[in-house]
């Protein structure tokens, strides 16, 4: 069994196949050429630089492409990188497949789809459901295999499936603390806020954004898709606006990409059961790879901080308080 590239320590040397995410030239400022490449098996991924790049070198070692490498981790501005000893393209022999290489989320498919199918039968309200059905229907297959993201959070196989179904379960949790919520609303929107990513990103394994994700963005490719399916499905009212700014307001702030802020109580829950899910999936990920007692590499999405990870575990009573608990009794 292969050792994933992200159980590698520091000063570990490397010896094994990775798949290419993306790759990129550049220019050192002696003028001499580079070319970073971000490389990924199913632990994670690592940043690499290959050092008197030519052009066969950029033509060979491009995004998807299996490569053999040997070299060693090291720590560059706080972060283990990939030093390369000797690179090459994997050969048919190896026995390598893109499929190998793909990070997967850490629940079942078929469970994700379980936990979307049941959230949908709790829906009462008629429109919602039928456009939210409509939706699962026209993008069953995809939904349940891309990732949510191309960086940060579920940026994964199944990632965004995972997604949803951790954001229904934080609502169904609210919905219970807060009861004037209305749930319907509430699950049509976490269901379909990132849904027009299938049309944002490129593939599975290696995601990039299309020209649709370039020049329009997943919120208002899905917003028009929305409008779109209603029409389709001859279903009028206040539900379809209302479930267009839902998806239109979800990042929060114009800052952070959305063209509305939230101005409706379940669009602001909406945002914030967001913020939650993706800063926990980020967190969780990055403090899995360290030991107690150190801290993560800089996560550039949380305002590039380092987070500790205490060396204390949850619900462990440390010797000193058994200790005066015993003299107490």
Known sequence: MRKGIMRHQIGDPFEGFLLIKEASKGTTSNGKPFMTLILRDATGQIEAKLWDATNEDSETFVAEQIVQIKGEIIQFRDKPQLKIFS?????????????????????AVGELQEKLTAAIFEMENPALQRIVRAFIKKYQEPLLLYPAATKNHHEYASGLAHHIVSMLAIARE?????????KDLLYAGIILHDIGKLKELSSV??????????????????VEEIGEMARELQIEGEEVLILQHMVLSHHGKAEWGSPKPPLVREAEILHLIDLIDAKMNMLNRALKNVKPGEFTERLFAMDNRSFYKPQFEAGRVQPEQQELSHHQK
């Open 87 to 107: 690179i090459r393209p994997a050969q048919v022999t190896d026995g390598v497949h893109v499929s190998d290489f793909v990070e997967k989320a850490p629940v």
């Open 174 to 182: 609210l919905y219970q603390l807060y009861p004037e919520i209305n």
């Open 205 to 222: 394994a290696t995601p990039t954004y299309t020209l649709a994700g370039k020049l329009l963005g997943h919120i208002p490719i899905m």
